[in-house]
């Protein structure tokens, strides 16, 4: 049996399996057979659902030097911006109209947002909307601010590993982070409950499918509830303002193996992948993605959050062209749900209790 079919029937590998597997998942029959079977998978957890989430980018100031990273302290040129807690909340009202049921906040490592502020806008949201979820990607805290946080009321966190090798995350970062630092935050995450998001970027520089299997190791250990790739895509005002961008094709096919690995994982076609090729999202849908995460940002606000060049936030980006995007899933035989949208563990387990309270009732 060939490499892909033995992946396909126990996800299982060794590292040096896992390469082989990417570099057999080129050939057009072997993608087209993993993403087959993803979308198999796909289907078997979620049905035809792609769930929507409203992204707000509420700070682009950051501490942390990052070498692909656009908004990276070092960079003089970006033009830096924080939202207060009402236009945080402003926004939350726009989505929320617009249909909305989770919230994702995402900034850069802003000192600003003390814990006692975090709490208080996660409390307001939650408050105001309790009917709807509070995801957080803001990056490396304490336990103890991440503890606060999900008294506060955040149930999911995003926190790329961005590669699992750590020869090649200090390529990546300035010599103060550690993969170490930021694996011990994913693990605490779990701990204390969060829906965890853990991804990479397909291509960033120094990678090859050695650092790639590295990734789907971690990925298997970690067992997370999300997980996000997207390519990695040059910001002319990063010291990788020369690299090459990582391939559409190449984050299709990870796409297929991450949802075969992970089978109830929630996979977002990212906005990266949509800046990269105009089709990038309906592809995405058809190799296993189930997440789309259009931008609710304040208009004014949005080009500020230049993560890498040409980043895409208007048009079906944006969270006010739902209908443009309900079109377009629905135009590639899937349906856009507006939802909470939980990882499907999660969705079992409440359904378990509430069979169980109903048993109890008769
Ligand atoms: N400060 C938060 C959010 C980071 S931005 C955190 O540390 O988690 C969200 C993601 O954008 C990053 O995790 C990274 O994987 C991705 N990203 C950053 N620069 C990028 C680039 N040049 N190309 C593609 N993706 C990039």
């Excluded at 035809?48 to 003089?76: H, M, P, Q, W």
């Excluded at 009402?86 to 947002?113: A, H, M, N």
């Excluded at 991804?199 to 790639?212: C, H, I, K, S």
């Excluded at 299709?252 to 076609?269: D, E, G, H, M, N």
């Amino acid at each position: 049996m060939d490499i892909i079919e033995r992946f396909i029937q126990n996800p299982e590998l060794e590292k040096k399996e896992y390469e082989e597997l990417l570099l057999a998942s080129g050939e057009p029959e072997a993608r087209k057979r993993l993403a087959e079977e993803a979308v198999r998978l796909r289907k078997l957890y979620y049905g035809d659902k792609v769930y929507a989430r409203g992204l707000i980018e509420f700070t682009n100031i950051c501490k942390n030097d990052c070498l692909y990273c656009g908004i990276r302290r070092s960079n003089r040129k970006a033009d830096r911006y924080r939202l207060t807690k009402e236009e945080i909340l402003s926004c939350c009202e726009t989505g929320y109209g617009l249909g909305f049921r989770t919230f994702v906040l995402q900034g850069g490592e802003d000192p600003w947002f003390t814990d006692e502020r975090m709490c208080e806008i996660v409390r307001s949201i939650r408050g105001k909307y309790p009917d709807c979820a509070v995801t957080l990607s803001i990056g490396e805290r304490s336990y103890e601010s991440y503890r606060r946080l999900r008294e506060a009321g955040a149930e999911r966190y995003l926190l790329r590993h961005e590669t699992a090798s750590e020869e090649h995350y200090q390529k990546l970062h300035p010599k103060e982070m550690s993969l170490a630092h930021r694996k011990q935050c994913l693990y605490e995450l779990k701990e204390l409950g969060y829906q965890v998001g853990a991804g990479f970027m397909v291509g960033a520089p120094g990678q090859t499918y050695r650092e790639l299997a590295e990734d789907l190791l971690f990925l298997r250990e970690l067992q997370p509830q999300m997980v996000g790739i997207g390519p990695f895509v040059p910001h002319h005002d990063t010291p990788f303002r020369d690299e090459p961008a990582g391939s559409v094709e190449l984050t299709l096919r990870l796409l297929s193996i991450i949802r075969i690995l992970l089978p109830k994982v929630l996979l977002p076609a990212t906005t990266a992948l949509g800046t990269m090729d105009p089709e990038g999202r309906e592809k995405g849908f058809a190799a296993g993605a189930n997440v789309v995460m259009p931008n609710l940002s304040p208009e004014k606000n949005r080009k500020k959050y230049e993560l890498y060049d040409n980043k895409l936030c208007t048009g079906e980006e944006a969270a006010e062209s739902c209908a443009d995007l309900r079109r377009r899933v629905e135009r590639a035989d899937w349906h856009l749900s507006m939802e909470r949208g939980d990882a499907a563990e999660k969705a079992l387990e409440e359904m378990e209790q509430e069979s169980k309270r109903q048993e109890d009732n008769l």
